[in-house]
């Protein structure tokens, strides 16, 4: 028996899987995974594709909620961001759809699952490390990386099958999730040159400003302009609202996790807001140590996430920290959006640590005198003080 698991999205690569798989005498059951990125109408269309090219069978898994619990939840507590710069949107959706697929295939008693990573990228790496943990005795097959067949290659041996769908659209590949969009290019290969505005999915179309206010409870998004609704629904709409705005475009540089370098456009709007609101509210409420321990951590975290060690029993510690840190981020969070950008204008807090009963930054002391502040400043110089005395001929 040849039943095989196809990772399957509609697109190029994993159609040219199914394709060829299906002609060798696999039993394909084409399996997507939605993680928020997939509407019902795109859904009947990659149905209506995989069986078209032999597909024994066809199932779209909603594991939206699971991305959420497992993965965004934590990337919002972190405030993560790769390199300051990205919010992890495909690296911590294929966590979730390879988790998901594996688990499908145990369930069918699978003898082989398949994905369409290159030999080149990340997804491989995440992909296989998920699968081998997991299902350590179901076989891999991945026919492109295997065989370094190019896009031409693909295109080329699916028309000679009688498949002739347009796979013209190619000269971006956008990749869309709950957690923002990747957009990769020509321009996205090389050092110097950016994404056009024409590569980017939403276009301006509000030139105006528009405020909104996020509210959290423990961290968690619970309200939208004072309307609650589930996290998930206020991320959607936060984005609904935002991509107006042309907001969250970016070009994120970083070492891939086979060693080289590479770019990746983005559009991710709500992530964006999202975590830069909730890193202010954390600036108001958690200590200094707090903050600081946290950073360190939700790096940590972030680069581990990335690279596809989601199952290294440290995530789950580090899991709990972060959640645990979170039990006084609560309140509001005021934003204005603009053409390209949003501002944060402030937060209102019942756990706000800027509290004028002790003072005023920069204008008055109400919990100590001033003998005491000459006192506290002269003891923390005094390590410094040593040195430098104990070092004074070094200074000459």
Not at 321 to 335: A, D, H, P
Not at 371 to 388: L, M
Request: glycine share 8%; proline share 3%.
């Amino acid at each position: 028996m040849k039943k095989l698991v196809l990772a399957y999205s509609g697109g190029l690569d994993t159609s040219y899987c199914l394709k060829k798989l299906s002609n060798e005498g696999f039993d394909v059951h084409a399996i997507t995974i939605n993680t928020g990125g997939f509407d019902e109408k795109e859904i009947l269309i990659q149905k209506q594709k995989a069986i078209e090219m032999g597909a024994k069978k066809f199932k779209s898994i909603d594991a939206t909620d699971k991305f959420y619990k497992k993965i965004i939840k934590f990337l919002i507590f972190g405030n993560i961001l790769k390199n300051n710069t990205y919010p992890l949107s495909v690296s911590s959706e294929r966590i979730i759809q390879a988790i998901e697929i594996v688990n499908y295939a145990k369930k069918i008693n699978a003898n082989y699952i398949a994905h369409g990573s290159t030999g080149a990228g990340n997804d491989q790496v995440r992909f296989d490390i998920i699968f081998q943990v997991i299902a350590p005795d179901i076989k891999i097959i991945t026919p492109i990386r295997d065989n370094k067949v190019s896009r031409e290659d693909e295109i080329k041996f699916l028309k000679s099958s009688g498949i002739n769908l347009s796979w013209e659209k190619a000269k971006y590949s956008i990749n869309k999730g709950l957690w923002g969009t990747s957009v990769g290019g020509s321009e996205t290969l090389t050092s110097d040159k950016p994404l056009p505005d024409k590569a980017y999915p939403n276009k301006l179309i509000n030139k105006t400003s528009e405020k909104i206010v996020l509210t959290f409870s423990k961290g968690e998004l619970i309200k939208l302009n004072g309307k609650k609704d589930s996290p998930i629904n206020i991320i959607r709409s936060i984005q609904k609202i935002a991509e107006k705005f042309a907001i969250g475009r970016d070009i994120h540089v970083g070492d891939t996790i086979i060693g080289i370098k590479g770019r990746v456009g983005f559009e991710a709007a709500a992530p964006m807001i999202i975590i830069k609101a909730h890193h202010l509210l954390e600036k108001h409420t958690l200590s200094k140590w707090q903050q600081f321990q946290k950073e360190q951590l939700s790096n940590f975290y972030g680069m581990l996430l990335h690279e596809g060690q989601y199952l290294d029993e440290v995530m789950r510690n580090i899991e709990s920290f972060l959640e645990n840190s979170q039990s006084k981020v609560n309140g509001e969070v005021y934003i204005n959006l603009l053409p390209f950008r949003f501002k944060l204008d402030g937060i209102n807090s019942p756990n706000d640590l800027m509290n004028d009963d002790f003072g005023s930054y920069g204008e008055i002391n109400k919990s100590w005198s001033a003998d005491e502040a000459k006192g506290f400043i002269k003891i923390s110089s005094i390590s410094n003080k040593i040195y430098y005395q104990t070092n004074i001929k070094d200074k000459k």
